[in-house]
């Protein structure tokens, strides 16, 4: 599962995400939309979540033969990850 703490109009909100079947080391927001954020497993997989969506992840993300350990969402419509199968994956997202 994925635990993610948003603060909106002062107030902390504190949600908990389960998907994963594993740790998640790596958790990024969207830079253009403030209800998106990705997460990195090390059950291999990259998921994109809506934080206004608590029962599942919009997307899974797959490609990694082994542990997800980073992910990135600096660019508007890519998303990033890094895993320790020695590999970077890039996910388009329009």
């Known amino acids: 599962f994925c635990f993610v703490v948003v ?3 002062g107030y902390v909100h504190r949600s ?3 998907s994963h079947s594993q740790w998640v080391p ?3 927001w969207s830079r253009t939309n403030e209800h998106l954020f990705v997460s990195g497993s090390y059950d291999s997989l990259v998921k994109l979540w809506d934080t206004r969506s608590l029962k599942a992840p919009l997307y899974d993300l797959q490609g990694h033969d082994d542990r997800v350990l980073c992910v990135d969402w600096s ?3 890519l998303i990033l990850s890094g895993g320790a199968d020695n ?3 890039m996910f388009s997202f329009q």
Do not use: G, P
């Open 16 to 18: 908990t995400y389960s």
């Open 75 to 77: 660019q508007q419509d």
């Open 26 to 28: 790596s958790v990024m």
């Open 87 to 89: 590999s970077l994956k």
């Open 7 to 9: 603060v909106v109009e």
